[in-house]
């Protein structure tokens, strides 16, 4: 019989965690990556270190044993990035079967997160404070949420008009064939590449072409993976308004081009902290919770086509500001101003 708590990590004085509460906090985390490419790592995070209580736990160490304050702090890290790595990768799979994803964009940005996913852990794995890593963890989405709000303010949509018109047809094509029935005719108006070279990536996406130059991207990546690794999150929360604001894609193709871009990143930030570094992590509650991202995947992304995109974002820019401010306080001032 399986047992219901564990004790994280098997240390002595840790957090018992109730892993039918890791399992159902893991199928959220699984939907959500998968409906907008991001948040997955967020919500990890919020998961392991306030409904799990490692957040906590990690505090009391840092007076009496700041060692093992450390180790928990880089194994919730990588704990957040097994679970996003995992919804990814079958985000990826599923938008491109839905013709969803731009899959040179993509690769691009993953070049790119190759590096940062590598330098980081490298730089910080033993070396940050649990509150430390919780105040850049919210300051990081903060800064997302403030771009966000922009993104809905009559200035920020008027920078976006293509995108604007591909979401439209979208949007108005779902509900065409859902009326007949038929909506996996989607299919067939999706991404379609018509050009990619060192200095140009072209396609388009319902009758709107989109071009840009690989090379932002490419540093982009870096910068994103970066962050990602040091926060221990996925980065879909930084590459999804990176893709919006900066590279000015509509977010039905912005979802799997994020997710495709993290997996490459994960895989090598996972590596990097486990096996170079030695980062330990609870193989029973990383199971249970990856089952639990695995389902809540598969049904994220059929599901997203149902949202449209200004729901989309007004969920995603609540969501950066509410854990935004709530670990930034806690991580650099010592207190609790949300629950």
């Known amino acids: 019989m399986v047992a219901e708590t564990i004790q994280f990590l098997g240390i002595k004085g840790a957090p018992e965690i109730n892993l039918i509460l890791a399992f159902m906090w893991s199928l959220l985390i699984g939907w959500v990556f998968s409906t907008v490419g991001a948040f997955g790592g967020v919500l990890a995070g919020v998961g392991h270190m306030t409904i799990f209580g490692l957040g906590s736990y990690a505090s009391s160490l840092r007076d009496v044993n700041e060692s093992l304050n450390r180790v928990v702090t880089d194994s919730v890290r990588v704990s957040n990035q097994w679970l996003v790595g995992m919804s990814a990768a079958i985000s990826s799979f599923n938008y491109y079967r839905m013709k969803r994803i731009v899959i040179p964009l993509g690769l691009t940005l993953g ?60 949007e108005n094509r779902v509900r065409e064939l859902k009326k007949n029935g038929n909506v996996k005719e989607l299919e067939k108006d999706g991404v379609n590449i018509k050009e990619v070279s060192p200095r140009r990536i072209r396609f388009t996406f ?24 040091l926060i221990g999150v996925g980065g879909g929360f930084l590459y999804v308004p990176f893709l919006t604001s900066v590279v000015g894609l509509p977010y039905f193709i912005v979802a799997g081009t994020s997710a495709l871009a993290v997996i490459i990143g994960m895989v090598v930030s996972i ?3 486990m096996v170079v ?17 695995i389902i809540g995947s598969l049904i994220g992304s059929r599901t997203s086509k149902y949202i449209p995109e200004r729901y989309m974002k007004i969920i995603f820019t609540v969501l950066a500001f509410y854990v935004g401010l709530r670990y930034t306080i806690k991580g650099f001032f010592g207190f609790n101003l949300l629950p």
Not at 277 to 292: A, N, R, Y
Request: zero cysteines; hydrophobic letters at 50%.
């Open 111 to 170: 070049v790119g997160a190759v590096i940062g996913s590598i330098a980081i852990p490298m730089l910080t794995a033993g070396k940050l404070s649990f509150r430390s890593y919780q105040g850049y963890f919210g300051l990081f989405t903060l800064i997302v949420g403030f771009v966000l709000l922009y993104e809905i303010t009559p200035r920020g949509m008027a920078r976006k008009k293509k995108a604007s018109e591909a979401a439209k047809a979208f």
């Open 206 to 229: 319902f009758g709107e072409e989109f071009s840009f130059n690989p090379v932002l991207p490419f540093f982009g990546g870096i910068v994103i993976a970066g962050i990602a690794s």
């Open 271 to 273: 590596y990097t902290y």
């Open 277 to 293: 570094k030695g980062v330990p992590i609870d193989f029973m509650l990383i199971g249970v919770e990856l089952v639990g991202v």
